[in-house]
Protein backbone atom coordinates (compact mmCIF):
# COMPACT_ATOMS: atom_id res chain seq x y z
CA UNK A 1 0.00 0.00 0.00
CA UNK A 2 1.49 3.44 -1.08
CA UNK A 3 1.71 5.94 2.46
CA UNK A 4 -0.04 8.59 1.06
CA UNK A 5 -3.15 6.65 0.37
CA UNK A 6 -6.20 6.99 2.59
CA UNK A 7 -7.22 4.52 4.69
CA UNK A 8 -10.25 4.38 2.92
CA UNK A 9 -8.49 2.98 -0.01
CA UNK A 10 -7.76 0.16 2.03
CA UNK A 11 -11.72 -0.98 1.99
CA UNK A 12 -12.73 1.01 -1.43
CA UNK A 13 -11.47 3.28 -3.93
CA UNK A 14 -12.25 6.39 -6.39
CA UNK A 15 -14.18 4.76 -9.46
CA UNK A 16 -12.18 5.11 -13.36
CA UNK A 17 -13.94 7.06 -15.38
CA UNK A 18 -15.04 4.92 -18.46
CA UNK A 19 -14.23 7.74 -20.81
CA UNK A 20 -15.66 5.62 -24.28
CA UNK A 21 -18.46 7.80 -24.56
CA UNK A 22 -16.45 11.67 -24.32
CA UNK A 23 -16.21 13.59 -27.39
CA UNK A 24 -12.68 14.14 -26.75
CA UNK A 25 -9.40 13.65 -24.61
CA UNK A 26 -9.43 16.72 -23.01
CA UNK A 27 -13.13 16.42 -21.57
CA UNK A 28 -11.41 13.57 -19.27
CA UNK A 29 -10.71 16.09 -16.51
CA UNK A 30 -13.75 17.53 -15.89
CA UNK A 31 -16.23 14.77 -16.24
CA UNK A 32 -13.53 12.86 -13.40
CA UNK A 33 -13.56 15.95 -11.14
CA UNK A 34 -17.64 15.98 -11.71
CA UNK A 35 -17.46 11.97 -10.37
CA UNK A 36 -14.85 11.88 -7.60
CA UNK A 37 -16.45 12.02 -4.58
CA UNK A 38 -19.44 9.60 -6.10
CA UNK A 39 -19.92 6.22 -4.33
CA UNK A 40 -16.84 3.53 -4.35
CA UNK A 41 -16.98 1.20 -6.20
CA UNK A 42 -14.67 -2.47 -5.19
CA UNK A 43 -11.97 -3.39 -7.88
CA UNK A 44 -9.07 -5.65 -8.21
CA UNK A 45 -5.93 -4.03 -8.79
CA UNK A 46 -3.21 -7.05 -10.72
CA UNK A 47 0.38 -6.85 -10.74
CA UNK A 48 2.17 -7.48 -13.83
CA UNK A 49 5.42 -9.36 -14.09
CA UNK A 50 7.17 -9.30 -17.63
CA UNK A 51 8.21 -12.99 -17.67
CA UNK A 52 4.03 -13.94 -17.03
CA UNK A 53 3.27 -13.28 -21.19
CA UNK A 54 -0.33 -14.48 -21.16
CA UNK A 55 -3.17 -15.63 -18.72
CA UNK A 56 -5.22 -18.46 -20.14
CA UNK A 57 -7.93 -19.88 -18.48
CA UNK A 58 -10.35 -22.85 -19.45
CA UNK A 59 -14.22 -23.11 -18.02
CA UNK A 60 -14.58 -26.46 -19.45
CA UNK A 61 -12.30 -29.00 -17.47
CA UNK A 62 -13.37 -30.50 -14.42
CA UNK A 63 -10.73 -33.50 -14.25
CA UNK A 64 -8.23 -33.58 -11.22
CA UNK A 65 -5.11 -35.18 -13.47
CA UNK A 66 -3.41 -33.28 -15.87
CA UNK A 67 -5.82 -33.35 -18.95
CA UNK A 68 -3.62 -31.65 -21.37
CA UNK A 69 -0.70 -34.12 -21.64
CA UNK A 70 -2.20 -37.17 -20.89
CA UNK A 71 0.07 -39.50 -22.67
CA UNK A 72 2.78 -36.91 -23.40
CA UNK A 73 5.94 -35.57 -21.48
CA UNK A 74 5.20 -32.48 -19.83
CA UNK A 75 7.02 -29.68 -20.79
CA UNK A 76 9.45 -27.96 -18.39
CA UNK A 77 7.43 -25.31 -17.33
CA UNK A 78 9.09 -22.83 -14.45
CA UNK A 79 5.28 -23.28 -12.37
CA UNK A 80 2.61 -25.35 -12.57
CA UNK A 81 -0.08 -25.27 -9.30
CA UNK A 82 -3.70 -26.96 -9.50
CA UNK A 83 -5.78 -24.29 -7.66
CA UNK A 84 -9.25 -25.57 -7.95
CA UNK A 85 -11.05 -28.74 -9.88
CA UNK A 86 -11.18 -26.90 -12.79
CA UNK A 87 -8.52 -23.90 -12.92
CA UNK A 88 -4.27 -24.91 -13.39
CA UNK A 89 -1.79 -22.21 -12.77
CA UNK A 90 1.21 -22.21 -15.54
CA UNK A 91 4.17 -19.92 -15.66
CA UNK A 92 5.77 -19.63 -18.36
CA UNK A 93 7.53 -17.42 -21.39
CA UNK A 94 5.22 -16.90 -24.31
CA UNK A 95 7.71 -14.84 -26.07
CA UNK A 96 10.40 -17.68 -26.65
CA UNK A 97 8.54 -20.97 -27.27
CA UNK A 98 5.04 -22.37 -28.65
CA UNK A 99 2.31 -22.51 -25.61
CA UNK A 100 2.40 -26.14 -24.45
CA UNK A 101 -1.36 -26.61 -25.54
CA UNK A 102 -3.15 -28.19 -28.43
CA UNK A 103 -4.42 -26.45 -30.91
CA UNK A 104 -8.42 -25.00 -29.42
CA UNK A 105 -7.58 -26.09 -25.93
CA UNK A 106 -9.86 -23.25 -24.26
CA UNK A 107 -13.03 -21.36 -24.18
CA UNK A 108 -11.34 -18.09 -22.95
CA UNK A 109 -8.22 -16.57 -23.51
CA UNK A 110 -6.72 -12.97 -21.58
CA UNK A 111 -3.47 -11.33 -22.37
CA UNK A 112 -2.80 -8.24 -20.43
CA UNK A 113 -0.12 -5.32 -20.13
CA UNK A 114 2.64 -6.57 -22.19
CA UNK A 115 3.15 -3.67 -24.43
CA UNK A 116 6.39 -2.88 -22.48
CA UNK A 117 7.51 -6.33 -22.91
CA UNK A 118 6.80 -7.62 -26.24
CA UNK A 119 8.32 -6.59 -29.38
CA UNK A 120 6.50 -6.16 -32.88
CA UNK A 121 8.15 -9.73 -33.71
CA UNK A 122 6.74 -10.86 -30.68
CA UNK A 123 3.03 -9.47 -31.05
CA UNK A 124 2.83 -11.52 -34.07
CA UNK A 125 4.11 -14.48 -32.78
CA UNK A 126 2.06 -14.48 -29.43
CA UNK A 127 -0.97 -13.45 -31.10
CA UNK A 128 -1.42 -16.43 -33.67
CA UNK A 129 -0.50 -18.31 -30.67
CA UNK A 130 -3.09 -17.06 -28.64
CA UNK A 131 -5.18 -17.70 -31.67
CA UNK A 132 -4.33 -21.48 -31.96
CA UNK A 133 -5.34 -22.24 -28.51
CA UNK A 134 -8.65 -20.68 -28.63
CA UNK A 135 -11.46 -23.13 -29.71
CA UNK A 136 -13.72 -22.00 -32.32
CA UNK A 137 -16.92 -20.06 -30.76
CA UNK A 138 -14.18 -19.10 -28.07
CA UNK A 139 -13.20 -15.60 -26.94
CA UNK A 140 -10.01 -13.32 -26.51
CA UNK A 141 -9.52 -10.37 -24.46
CA UNK A 142 -6.92 -7.83 -24.29
CA UNK A 143 -6.03 -5.30 -22.34
CA UNK A 144 -3.11 -2.70 -22.37
CA UNK A 145 -1.86 0.88 -21.51
CA UNK A 146 -1.59 3.74 -23.80
CA UNK A 147 2.13 5.18 -22.91
CA UNK A 148 0.90 8.18 -24.76
CA UNK A 149 -0.01 10.11 -20.95
CA UNK A 150 -2.82 12.76 -21.71
CA UNK A 151 -2.33 16.78 -20.30
CA UNK A 152 1.47 16.49 -20.03
CA UNK A 153 3.24 19.47 -19.37
CA UNK A 154 5.74 20.90 -21.57
CA UNK A 155 9.29 19.00 -20.38
CA UNK A 156 6.89 16.09 -19.20
CA UNK A 157 5.47 15.75 -23.28
CA UNK A 158 8.82 16.32 -24.45
CA UNK A 159 10.19 13.52 -22.31
CA UNK A 160 8.00 11.53 -23.08
CA UNK A 161 7.79 11.97 -27.11
CA UNK A 162 11.62 11.07 -26.32
CA UNK A 163 11.40 8.09 -24.80
CA UNK A 164 8.05 6.46 -26.91
CA UNK A 165 10.65 7.48 -30.24
CA UNK A 166 13.69 5.60 -28.49
CA UNK A 167 11.34 2.51 -28.05
CA UNK A 168 10.47 2.22 -31.88
CA UNK A 169 13.29 2.61 -33.20
CA UNK A 170 16.11 1.50 -30.98
CA UNK A 171 13.95 -1.89 -29.78
CA UNK A 172 11.57 -2.33 -32.50
CA UNK A 173 8.63 -1.72 -30.24
CA UNK A 174 5.16 -0.45 -30.43
CA UNK A 175 4.17 1.94 -27.02
CA UNK A 176 0.83 2.53 -28.36
CA UNK A 177 -0.50 -0.69 -29.07
CA UNK A 178 -3.43 -0.52 -26.83
CA UNK A 179 -4.93 1.94 -29.43
CA UNK A 180 -5.40 -1.03 -31.71
CA UNK A 181 -6.25 -3.41 -29.63
CA UNK A 182 -9.82 -4.36 -31.78
CA UNK A 183 -7.91 -3.79 -35.35
CA UNK A 184 -5.53 -6.82 -34.07
CA UNK A 185 -8.15 -9.00 -33.60
CA UNK A 186 -10.12 -8.63 -36.36
CA UNK A 187 -6.60 -9.10 -38.39
CA UNK A 188 -5.63 -12.18 -37.26
CA UNK A 189 -9.84 -13.43 -38.05
CA UNK A 190 -12.06 -13.07 -34.77
CA UNK A 191 -15.50 -11.80 -35.36
CA UNK A 192 -17.99 -9.70 -33.40
CA UNK A 193 -15.11 -7.69 -31.76
CA UNK A 194 -15.67 -5.38 -29.23
CA UNK A 195 -13.95 -2.53 -26.54
CA UNK A 196 -13.73 -0.51 -24.17
CA UNK A 197 -11.46 2.01 -22.75
CA UNK A 198 -11.01 3.73 -19.11
CA UNK A 199 -9.12 6.90 -18.17
CA UNK A 200 -6.97 6.57 -14.94
CA UNK A 201 -5.80 10.04 -13.43
CA UNK A 202 -2.45 10.70 -13.06
CA UNK A 203 -1.26 12.14 -9.59
CA UNK A 204 -2.85 13.46 -6.48
CA UNK A 205 -5.12 15.72 -8.21
CA UNK A 206 -7.38 11.84 -8.87
CA UNK A 207 -7.21 11.56 -4.80
CA UNK A 208 -6.18 8.05 -4.06
CA UNK A 209 -6.70 6.67 -7.44
CA UNK A 210 -4.43 9.34 -9.18
CA UNK A 211 -1.70 8.63 -6.26
CA UNK A 212 -1.94 5.14 -6.54
CA UNK A 213 -1.24 5.32 -10.20
CA UNK A 214 1.37 7.86 -9.80
CA UNK A 215 2.97 5.22 -7.76
CA UNK A 216 2.87 2.40 -10.07
CA UNK A 217 4.79 5.00 -12.92
CA UNK A 218 7.05 5.87 -9.83
CA UNK A 219 7.75 1.78 -9.56
CA UNK A 220 7.95 1.50 -13.60
CA UNK A 221 10.89 4.41 -13.19
CA UNK A 222 12.65 2.42 -10.85
CA UNK A 223 12.45 -0.98 -12.66
CA UNK A 224 13.17 0.45 -16.14
CA UNK A 225 15.94 2.43 -15.29
CA UNK A 226 18.56 0.48 -16.12
CA UNK A 227 17.25 -0.44 -19.68
CA UNK A 228 15.51 2.83 -21.04
CA UNK A 229 18.50 5.15 -19.65
CA UNK A 230 20.68 2.80 -21.65
CA UNK A 231 18.65 3.37 -24.68
CA UNK A 232 18.10 6.80 -24.44
CA UNK A 233 21.79 7.86 -23.80
CA UNK A 234 21.75 9.43 -20.50
CA UNK A 235 22.88 8.37 -17.02
CA UNK A 236 20.84 7.08 -14.43
CA UNK A 237 20.86 10.35 -12.35
CA UNK A 238 19.35 12.06 -15.81
CA UNK A 239 17.00 9.67 -16.46
CA UNK A 240 15.26 9.59 -13.37
CA UNK A 241 15.74 13.87 -13.08
CA UNK A 242 13.43 13.76 -16.63
CA UNK A 243 10.98 11.62 -15.06
CA UNK A 244 10.85 13.69 -11.95
CA UNK A 245 10.18 16.63 -13.75
CA UNK A 246 6.83 15.13 -15.58
CA UNK A 247 5.91 13.81 -12.08
CA UNK A 248 5.81 17.07 -10.67
CA UNK A 249 4.01 19.00 -13.81
CA UNK A 250 0.59 16.36 -13.34
CA UNK A 251 -1.02 18.12 -10.55
CA UNK A 252 -1.58 21.35 -12.61
CA UNK A 253 -2.20 19.70 -15.91
CA UNK A 254 -4.45 17.08 -15.22
CA UNK A 255 -2.62 14.43 -16.36
CA UNK A 256 -4.45 10.96 -16.70
CA UNK A 257 -3.50 7.54 -18.94
CA UNK A 258 -5.84 5.29 -20.79
CA UNK A 259 -6.45 2.03 -20.89
CA UNK A 260 -8.00 -0.22 -23.42
CA UNK A 261 -9.59 -3.40 -23.16
CA UNK A 262 -10.61 -5.67 -26.47
CA UNK A 263 -12.33 -9.01 -27.24
CA UNK A 264 -13.62 -10.74 -30.04
CA UNK A 265 -14.61 -14.26 -30.78
CA UNK A 266 -12.72 -16.83 -32.71
CA UNK A 267 -15.05 -18.36 -35.44
CA UNK A 268 -16.43 -21.56 -36.24
CA UNK A 269 -16.94 -21.03 -39.96
CA UNK A 270 -13.19 -19.79 -40.37
CA UNK A 271 -10.91 -21.13 -37.48
CA UNK A 272 -7.74 -21.40 -39.29
CA UNK A 273 -8.00 -17.66 -40.70
CA UNK A 274 -4.84 -16.73 -42.97
CA UNK A 275 -3.40 -13.30 -41.28
CA UNK A 276 -2.31 -10.46 -43.52
CA UNK A 277 0.08 -8.49 -41.62
CA UNK A 278 0.54 -6.01 -43.94
CA UNK A 279 -3.01 -4.70 -43.37
CA UNK A 280 -2.16 -4.10 -39.75
CA UNK A 281 -0.29 -0.52 -39.81
CA UNK A 282 1.22 -0.95 -36.05
CA UNK A 283 3.21 -4.29 -36.70
CA UNK A 284 4.48 -3.76 -40.37
Request: aromatic share 8%; charged share 25%.
Amino acid sequence: MHPNLSVKLQSSTTPAIDSSTLGSDSSFSNVLLSQINEESTQCTIYESNNNISSSISSSSTTKEEDHLFTGTPKPDLLNFRKLLPNLDFYRMNAIDAKLPFEDNSFDFVKQRLVTSSFTVADWKRVIEELVRVTKPGGYIELVEIDYNTFNLGPEGRKWETELLSTLRTKSNMEPRMARSLPDLLKTVGLIDVSAKLVSVPLGSWGLDLGSLWKHNVEMFVDSSSPLLSRLTGLSDTEYRARWRKLLSEVKDDKAFSNLHAAWGRKSFENPTHAIDWSSFSPLT
